[in-house]
DNA sequence: TATTGTTATACTCTATAACTATA
DNA sequence: TATAGTTATAGAGTATAACAATA
């Protein structure tokens, strides 16, 4: 059953889709900086925290396995990753961010502009509540 | 030159990356629902307020001109939109949502699940607040 | 000449299915 | 037999460049 929202609540998605362009627009234009697409800055972010075997980036990406391959293969063309072995399991290998992926991807953390212009805004209490909120209406 | 963002807006802006990937999520599902991409719904959404000639869809949607034939043929391949001519430039195709395509449009808006089950866990003043702060931040 | 929309081309991301090597 | 990763294939979104029709 559908039900109609409220003029508020509607009005919040909308800054929240506004907010989740604009994200978009900033993320893609830094990974670009760096010669990357949106998804390859998005796997080195995740192996730049530490290895992974290729099965928990699809997981975490929410996409199939298959699609893994060809991105780890292109960050590993430009030397911002490297696959290994896992000596555990030898059917599994473990994507690991190198030496310069781990630059790269601070550097790209860095720039997200989104960090710094629009928050600063916001002062100190008013970003604590922000948090409060968005980590309320995440659940 | 880059600065270190403290740790308060860092945690933010990684509420604000978790926002995103579920705003996409939940839409993305949406539109599969109605047999449509993310893209294709997302130009539909346009289409509903009103016809735009194709240039204006690339401008919304941030791309090149000639991505958005692609998007409006395989949203008239299934009777959601048409192309009109415009009487005062012939060189202007409109693109219109037609009347199934804002029945879709509206059923799309109103199964974004997004809109109700987190936003109900905070109170009217509470909503009021995170869309004054959201507004801000996209200033 | 400039602009609108399209076509042609190439790359990336995506899902599905079949394959391999391990377990 | 089940699982991890890959390959093959096809569809969709994206940018670039070249084109026809119109301004």
Known sequence: MTRRTDPLTAEVVDLIGAVVA???????????????????????????????????????????PSNVTGIVDRLEAQGLAERRPDPADRRVKLAAATERGRAVAADLRDSLEFAREPLAALSAGERATLRDLLARVLG
């Open 22 to 64: 604009r994200y978009h627009q900033e993320y893609d234009a830094a990974a670009a900086g760096h010669r990357m697409t949106g998804a390859q800055a998005r796997v080195l972010a995740m192996l730049s925290a530490g290895p992974l075997p290729m099965r928990g980036i699809a997981e975490r990406l929410r996409c199939e």
